[in-house]
């Protein structure tokens, strides 16, 4: 699954910080009950959190494209040394190879600068809708019962009572309070998820 560098798996990691965590309501009583969700996959799994990464993916599409086109030259000249390796002259081989490393060298910084843009687009993307998620999930437990509800991709969870895992219990009300953006998810085909390019190696000697 390698091309999934620049897709969730990736970002995930960087989505879920403490403010999401803590409810800015206390509870009115504390029963004892507590629920367990995946922020992770509740947000990524919302209509409005498709949507978002699917105008994410949308949008650079043009810079992915870009990077296998310059991947493809590197992999040319690449052949192109190694082929021609008895046949070149001394002063083209040094030719070839400062242009070589001239390529690699802005692949690298343009492939490093796409992913850092790209992870913070996902980042603001995952911030805005885990504030309101935080909400919902604030007041279905106040509503039902909740002292607490953790989050098993930051903790160990070893078992959930039936009723207690609110995951897609949460992802269905943040979808009926926000309407819009899941009628809009909706009528948008998925993302495909986005290929990463991987410098390429230098010549043999």
């Known amino acids: 699954m390698k091309d999934r560098l620049w897709s969730l798996s990736i970002l995930l990691s960087l989505l879920v910080c403490p403010s999401l965590a803590r409810s800015q309501d206390q509870p009115t009583a504390a029963t004892g009950k ?4 995946n922020i992770q996959e509740a947000i990524v799994g919302t209509a409005e959190g498709k949507k978002a990464l699917a105008e994410i993916q949308k949008r650079y599409e043009p810079r992915r494209n870009d990077l296998q086109r310059q991947e493809q030259e590197i992999t040319a000249l690449q052949d192109q040394l190694q082929k021609q390796v008895n046949t070149l002259s001394d002063e083209e081989k040094l030719r070839l190879q400062r242009q070589l490393d001239e390529k690699q060298r802005l692949f690298k910084r343009a492939q490093e600068d796409a992913q850092t843009d790209y992870q913070n687009d996902n980042q603001e993307a995952i911030r805005r809708i885990g504030q309101k998620m935080v909400r919902v999930i604030n007041d279905y437990a106040k509503q039902n019962g909740f002292a607490l509800v953790v989050d098993d991709s930051q903790l160990p969870v070893y078992f959930v009572a039936q ?13 009926a309070a926000n309407p819009a953006a899941s009628a809009a998810a909706s009528s948008s085909p998925p993302a495909k998820p986005a290929a990463a390019s991987k410098p390429a190696d230098k010549p043999k000697p």
Do not use: P, Q, S
């Open 34 to 37: 507590i629920g367990v969700i």
């Open 163 to 175: 009723g207690n895992e609110l995951t897609e219990v949460i992802m269905k009300l943040y979808d």
